[in-house]
């Protein structure tokens, strides 16, 4: 093979790489324990952001998006409700238009403590909108304690913040 012919292919395997990685799939890991046991600090995931093109996230998808609250940075949680579903909690345990979850994923290192956003009354939630949960749910910053700079709860993420969907681990 030549080397004009060689660096050709070279330059179109980078293309495809650079273009699979801004529209199909990236390597991200896990910078925080709010996912813990499922996604420990350090694991290396591999995010889907072609499926969202085809279908929103689905409950129980796992989520990168960009927070509603500052700084707007990059968070990884589960999807717990869609639009239309109605969510409460109560004592940590969720339900889900009447009915409690079943989340063996959970983990809860304050059991005993009563903290912020462990107990809230039924929301509906709005079409193209999310509820998202870590499953450390005592050491998330997620759905269930966000407020805005009136200290009003924010419970919902529209469904265009969301970057992709986590596919697996390497």
């Not at 330059?11 to 495809?16: E, F, N």
């Not at 238009?97 to 709005?126: C, I, M, N, W, Y």
């Amino acid at each position: 093979m030549s080397l004009k012919r060689l660096l050709f292919l070279a330059a179109i395997a980078a293309v495809c790489a650079a273009g699979l990685r801004a529209f199909g799939f990236e390597g991200i890991y896990v910078a925080t324990g709010s996912m813990e046991p499922t996604l420990k600090v350090g694991t290396h995931l591999m995010l889907d952001k072609l499926t969202l093109l085809v279908h929103d996230p689905r409950r129980g998808d796992i989520v990168v998006f960009v927070a509603p609250v500052p700084p707007h940075e990059e968070m990884i949680k589960r999807v717990i409700a869609v639009g239309g579903d109605r969510v409460e909690m109560r004592k940590k345990r969720v339900f889900l238009d009447g009915t409690e979850l079943d989340e063996p994923f959970t983990q809860h290192t304050r059991g005993k403590e009563v903290l912020r956003g462990d107990s809230f009354e039924p929301e509906a939630v709005p079409d193209g909108y999310l509820f998202l949960l870590g499953d450390n749910r005592d050491e998330s910053n997620d759905a269930s304690v966000w407020r805005d700079e009136d200290g009003d709860p924010i419970r919902f993420v529209r469904s265009s913040r969301v970057r992709g969907l986590v596919r697996g681990f390497y």
